[in-house]
């Protein structure tokens, strides 16, 4: 059975390749075709599953280090199972037919990176970046030496040989601040590209929400690619209603 090739509007494509700096802008939506759950997604959000107070807020590190460590080691060592899916190897490969490409991932996981894109932001952190909890040294760690704890398995942080407190998730937390350097990279950015794609994203989080519509307030090409409706449909220039990893391929071709 023959599948239609989909066919995108001719400004859209033109406004690809004459672009000076694109930027594409994901949220979990583009990791869900590795099989990363999403947050809000139906039933599946991890938050329907997980209590974000319960693990993603420094109040409940404080309160139970062992169970949230625990939790984010077990989220990475799900990471590392996964595999980049079309959108995120479409995405790398537009890098490289357009003249520039920012990636602004508000995902902590590492597939972006792994598909090939190297100008990555992460405005919400890394579950690969840890950093102590005292006196914020930053730490690496590789993709797949996670402890794989199963759901939330207590495990307990390491402790940080600079100064000996705890390590944290290199996440931002719920009521803690983006990292200052990564949101000015993203604000710059967005106010100064030319196409703004937002990617699999509810677009309720701010301020990583603000940047689609800041990037429509400066002139810029908003480019919608969600299978569901958001609050940015009535302010993109085009609303590609689909998955990421069916479209991004399709569209990339077209370019
Ligand atoms: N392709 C494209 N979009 C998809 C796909 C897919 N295959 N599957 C789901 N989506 C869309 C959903 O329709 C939804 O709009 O992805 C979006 C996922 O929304 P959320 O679960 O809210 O994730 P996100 O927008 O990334 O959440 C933002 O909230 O909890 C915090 O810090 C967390 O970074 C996260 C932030």
């Not at 990555?120 to 579950?127: A, P, W």
């Not at 600079?162 to 390590?167: D, E, I, N, T």
């Given at each position: 059975?023959?599948?239609?090739?989909?066919?995108?509007?001719?400004?859209l494509?033109?406004?690809?390749?004459?672009?000076?700096?694109?930027?594409?802008?994901?949220?979990?939506?583009?990791?869900?075709?590795?099989?990363?759950?999403?947050?809000?997604?139906?039933?599946?959000?991890?938050?329907?599953?997980?209590?974000?107070?319960?693990?993603?807020?420094?109040?409940?590190?404080?309160?139970?280090?062992?169970?949230?460590?625990?939790?984010?080691?077990?989220?990475?060592?799900?990471?590392?199972?996964?595999?980049?899916?079309?959108?995120?190897?479409?995405i790398?490969?537009?890098?490289?037919?357009?003249?520039?490409?920012?990636?602004i991932?508000?995902?902590?996981?590492?597939?972006?990176?792994?598909?090939?894109?190297?100008?990555?932001?992460?405005?919400?952190?890394?579950?690969?970046?840890?950093?102590?909890?005292?006196?914020?040294?930053?730490?690496m760690?590789?993709?797949?030496?996670?402890?794989?704890?199963?759901?939330?398995?207590?495990?307990?942080?390491?402790?940080?040989?600079s100064?000996?407190?705890?390590?944290?998730?290199?996440?931002?937390?719920f009521?803690?601040?983006?990292?200052?350097?990564a949101?000015?990279?993203?604000?710059?950015?967005?106010l100064?590209?030319?196409?703004?794609?937002s990617?699999?994203?509810?677009?309720?989080?701010?301020?990583?929400?603000?940047l689609?519509?800041?990037?429509?307030?400066?002139?810029?090409?908003?480019?919608?690619?969600?299978?569901?409706?958001?609050?940015?449909?009535?302010?993109?220039?085009?609303?590609?209603?689909?998955?990421?990893?069916?479209?991004?391929p399709?569209?990339?071709?077209?370019v």
């Amino acid at each position: 059975m023959k599948r239609e090739v989909m066919t995108f509007p001719p400004d859209l494509i033109e406004a690809l390749r004459t672009a000076h700096h694109v930027v594409v802008s994901t949220g979990a939506g583009v990791s869900q075709e590795s099989g990363i759950p999403t947050f809000r997604d139906g039933l599946e959000g991890l938050w329907e599953i997980f209590d974000p107070e319960q693990f993603a807020t420094p109040q409940a590190f404080a309160r139970q280090p062992d169970l949230v460590w625990g939790w984010y080691e077990f989220r990475r060592a799900q990471v590392a199972k996964c595999l980049p899916n079309p959108a995120h190897q479409a995405i790398a490969t537009l890098a490289r037919k357009v003249r520039r490409l920012t990636v602004i991932t508000q995902n902590v996981d590492n597939l972006h990176e792994r598909a090939g894109s190297t100008d990555v932001i992460h405005l919400h952190g890394s579950l690969h970046a840890p950093i102590c909890a005292s006196c914020g040294q930053s730490y690496m760690m590789s993709a797949n030496d996670a402890q794989a704890g199963e759901t939330g398995g207590r495990l307990p942080p390491p402790t940080c040989p600079s100064c000996g407190g705890l390590v944290r998730p290199g996440i931002v937390w719920f009521g803690e601040m983006l990292p200052e350097e990564a949101l000015e990279r993203a604000q710059q950015a967005t106010l100064h590209c030319d196409v703004f794609f937002s990617i699999g994203t509810s677009v309720v989080v701010y301020p990583a929400a603000a940047l689609p519509f800041m990037a429509a307030e400066q002139g810029a090409c908003v480019v919608q690619i969600n299978p569901e409706p958001t609050g940015l449909d009535d302010y993109a220039s085009f609303s590609l209603v689909g998955k990421a990893g069916e479209v991004m391929p399709e569209l990339v071709a077209a370019v």
